[in-house]
């Protein structure tokens, strides 16, 4: 039971710690929609690594419990940011899929940018939930 109750502090932690890290990817993903005309893919991709790198560093000094693993946290990271390129490039898949989907499907007129943020609040959940257990094993683990 206790270690529920830890997992649960982390994971509370970890979604406001995320939100922050969303808040950064949303700006700037909402600021490169704007500015460039670019394929959801790349929108993602772009926004996404600042906000990744904040969350990892973050949260392994403030969440996550270190253990003495032969792993250096650069070495961490560089796994962690590998993992979230393949995890961002499939979600943005997803979302471009998405993106098509409803347009190709869609009766009424939406703004096509105003259907890219949407796409984005669609696919954020998913990638808080894979991220919160990847990190948590990645840190505590390995």
Known sequence: MLNLKKILRQFIKFLFLSGIGWLIDFILYFILTNV??????????LSSIPAVTF??????????TKNRSKLTLKEKYLIYFLYQIILIVSISLFGQY????????????IELKI????????????????????????????
């Not at 670019?38 to 991709?45: D, G, M």
């Not at 969350?55 to 996550?64: A, H, N, P, Q």
């Not at 257990?133 to 683990?141: C, D, G, T």
Request: no cysteine; aromatic share 16%; proline share 2%.
């Open 36 to 45: 460039f005309n670019f394929k959801i893919i790349y929108l993602n991709i």
């Open 55 to 64: 969350v990892f560093f973050i949260s392994t000094r403030k969440i996550f």
């Open 98 to 109: 998405l993106y098509l989907l409803i347009l190709k499907n869609i009766t009424i007129k």
């Open 115 to 142: 259907l890219k943020i949407i796409i984005k609040l669609l696919i954020t959940p998913i990638t808080m939930l894979i991220n919160f257990i990847v990190m948590k094993f990645l840190i505590e683990k390995l």
